[in-house]
């Protein structure tokens, strides 16, 4: 096995991986397993990332740990790492070497700038990879995204394409409700939406627009931009799906079996984005009266921020998709959110609505919005605290608890913003806080 450890500056390290069915590899378990710690900090990667990024984002976030706890911990670590997808174009924020804030410039030479509404060659290849053998569709989704062309019938066919890709049935004449709007509404529509989206997260210049607005003959053009993201969230679609898996049927299973075979560690969850949902959907096959989950730590969270409570504001009958699974940590549950993360704030509403919502896909709806945003949502008695709060009087023993991060969680490109700003050591305090871990 490759000693991942040398690659990491804090010791003693273990990956835990996964593939895309929840699948776990049985020697990084066994790895992980035989890290000599009294508490474990968990930690999975989120969207938009590749295991070489993963592993280079654990080493920046792990780094603050070992001067923050108290001498009776002795912590291990251990990344998971579940396939995900990235998108070339995005820039992912970095650390300023020893600094304590977030700067503006990519791990190593990740991106690849200026191609506009085209995909870039190694999106291409990572799309590949994510649906193999649609060679030909994707390849008739590149030449459209490149050559733009003003016609509302290229529309339609990159919508049917980008339908196809992601197994939502072009043939059904009334919409599933379990499948999101944007794969459902006319794709005019869906593409304006998220061109709009772009220029308010300032990825796209508002004159991108033009006086004539999106009709044809107009600035239709720019519309391949809200294409070329209606694509991407597709992708994330995908890996929605796929954390959910990846946490409930691999990662948690896992994690019953490594408190059986080490019942006195203590084992506290930290997850960004997607990741945030691999740890809290890997929450559901926690055993009823297991107390190995000490606390869980949601970064950026890409999941509703309803998700935890027990009935939904819009629908009395129905409880979120994690309702009640608080209960199942030793610990309280954290959510970190910040008004900085335009991905939560602009593209995560866009691409979770439902279909046969009457409120179509413009305009803000609290029903779509993303515990990375805003924080939890709808569960009485959880407590709401801004970060100096937490760094000054740390978190409540039990329960949900949401913390205002946006002091620190603020930098990052369009159209992302700081989605990905999380390495930071006044986030590593708040997970010792929660873990009960300080000095």
């Known amino acids: 096995m490759t000693d991942i450890g040398a690659r990491i500056g804090v010791a003693p390290y273990a990956e835990l991986t996964f593939d895309a069915e929840g699948d776990v590899d049985r020697g990084t378990l066994d790895a992980a397993t035989r890290l000599e710690a009294t508490d474990l900090l968990v930690f999975a990667h989120g969207w938009n990332t590749t295991p070489s990024t993963a592993t280079r984002i654990f080493d920046r976030f792990f780094a603050p740990f070992p001067g923050l706890v108290g001498q009776g911990v002795r912590l291990g670590y251990v990344g998971v790492v579940w396939p995900s997808i990235r998108f070339s174009d995005e820039l992912i924020p970095d650390f300023e070497a020893g600094g304590a804030r977030g700067a503006l410039g990519t791990l190593g030479t990740l991106a690849e700038p200026d191609f506009g509404a085209a995909l870039e060659p190694g999106t291409q290849r990572a799309l590949a990879g994510l649906w193999p053998g ?120 896992a994690l019953t079996e490594l408190a059986g075979r080490r019942p006195a560690l203590r084992v506290h969850l930290i997850g960004h984005s997607f990741g945030a949902r691999v740890v809290s959907f890997a929450l559901r096959t926690v055993p009823d009266g297991a107390r190995h989950v000490k606390s869980v730590t949601l970064l950026q969270g890409a999941f509703s921020h309803y998700a935890f409570a027990d009935r939904l504001p819009h629908d009395k009958g129905r409880g979120g998709a994690l309702h009640g699974l608080q209960r199942r940590v030793d610990g309280p549950v954290v959510a970190c959110h910040s008004p900085y993360d335009t991905s939560l704030k602009v593209f995560y509403p866009l691409a979770s609505r439902m279909a046969g919502d009457s409120a179509g896909l413009l305009g803000f709806d609290a029903r779509w919005g993303a515990i990375g945003h805003d924080g939890v949502q709808a569960v009485p008695g959880s407590a709401r605290l801004s970060l100096d709060d937490v760094l000054r009087g740390g978190v409540p023993e039990a329960g949900c608890v949401s913390v205002d991060a946006g002091s620190v969680v603020r930098h990052g490109p369009a159209p992302s913003g700081a989605h990905s700003d999380i390495c930071h050591e006044e986030l590593a305090r708040v997970v010792v806080a929660a873990g009960r871990m300080g000095r």
């Open 134 to 253: 649609r060679e030909a569709e994707l390849g008739r989704v590149a030449e459209l995204l490149e050559t733009r062309p003003e016609s509302e019938a290229a529309f339609i066919e990159f919508g049917a394409l980008v339908r196809e890709l992601v197994g939502v049935d072009t043939a059904i004449t009334a919409a599933p409700l379990d499948v999101p709007a944007m794969f459902c509404e006319d794709v005019l529509e869906v593409c304006r939406a998220f061109t709009d989206g772009l220029i308010e997260a300032g990825a796209l210049p508002a004159t991108a627009v033009g006086e004539q607005g999106f009709s044809v003959g107009g600035r239709l053009r720019a519309l391949w931009n809200g294409a070329k993201e209606l694509l991407r969230q597709a992708t994330y679609y995908q890996m929605k799906k796929r954390a959910g898996t990846v946490g409930e049927h691999g990662l948690g299973p």
